[in-house]
Antibody, heavy 120, light 108 residues
Framework: EVQLVESGGGLVQPGGSLRLSCAAS????????MNWVRQAPGKGLEWVSF????????YYVDSVKGRFTISRDNANNLLYLQMTSLRDEDTAVYYC?????????????WGQGTLVTVSS | EIVMTQSPATLSVSLGERATLSCRAS??????LAWYQQKPGQTPRLLIY???TRATGIPARFSGSGSGTEFTLTISSLQSEDFAVYYC??????????FGQGTRLEIK
């Protein structure tokens, strides 16, 4: 069974940093492209970042470029999102989500999410 | 960036009736369109990809249609478990992949 379990969320002050983790199991993690998607309270879904299986291609939404860094550890089946210079508008549930392996950008499995609250 | 617009924002439908949800892209996305369902407190679930192909395990009462800029998700006979928020997502031109703002499907 495919499982994605996020951790690392919490309350942080504006300007602070957090590192989110996503532990993958039930599939060959090193074969799949991965994403972070966020959802602000009561709002819709916003894609945040993408990383290929070998980490050789990485993308970010414009609003987090220069502040967030996606990475992965294929040996330990872990995906990360390092978040710095956090802003109020980064408050959201952050989901890790798997590309479905087709080569297209369809997200077939999602974790339960971890809540990041940026507030003073 | 391709903007996805869903309508209506909220749709009220009775159990057993048909629901039709719309999604429009600001430019053509071919058939590179997916639909997701999100129930309260739950994670999004992939329903449809390629505009019309049901994902694994999705009941046949869910169907998708359209191409280019206009897309429709139809639920043929609503069950109680279908009341949720539905999002469309384009993956034709990326980054970024983009989602619509969602349609909330509620019981009438």
């Amino acid at each position: 069974e495919v499982q994605l379990v996020e951790s690392g969320g919490g309350l942080v002050q504006p300007g602070g940093s957090l590192r989110l983790s996503c532990a993958a199991s039930g599939f060959t993690f090193s074969n799949y492209r991965m994403n972070w998607v966020r959802q602000a309270p009561g709002k819709g879904l916003e894609w945040v970042s993408f990383i290929t299986s070998s980490s050789n291609t990485i993308y970010y939404v414009d609003s987090v470029k220069g502040r967030f860094t996606i990475s992965r550890d294929n040996a330990n089946n872990l995906l990360y999102l390092q978040m710095t210079s956090l802003r109020d508008e980064d408050t959201a549930v952050y989901y890790c989500a798997r590309d479905d392996g087709s080569g297209y950008r369809r997200l077939d499995y999602w974790g339960q999410g971890t809540l990041v609250t940026v507030s003073s | 960036e391709i903007v996805m617009t869903q309508s209506p924002a909220t749709l009220s439908v009775s159990l057993g009736e048909r629901a039709t949800l719309s999604c429009r892209a600001s430019q053509s996305v071919s058939s590179n369109l997916a639909w997701y369902q999100q129930k309260p407190g739950q994670t999004p679930r992939l329903l449809i990809y390629g505009a019309s192909t049901r994902a694994t395990g999705i009941p046949a009462r869910f169907s998708g249609s359209g191409s280019g800029t206009e897309f429709t998700l139809t639920i043929s006979s609503l069950q109680s478990e279908d009341f949720a928020v539905y999002y469309c997502q384009q993956y034709n031109n990326w980054p970024p992949i983009t989602f619509g703002q969602g349609t909330r499907l509620e019981i009438k």
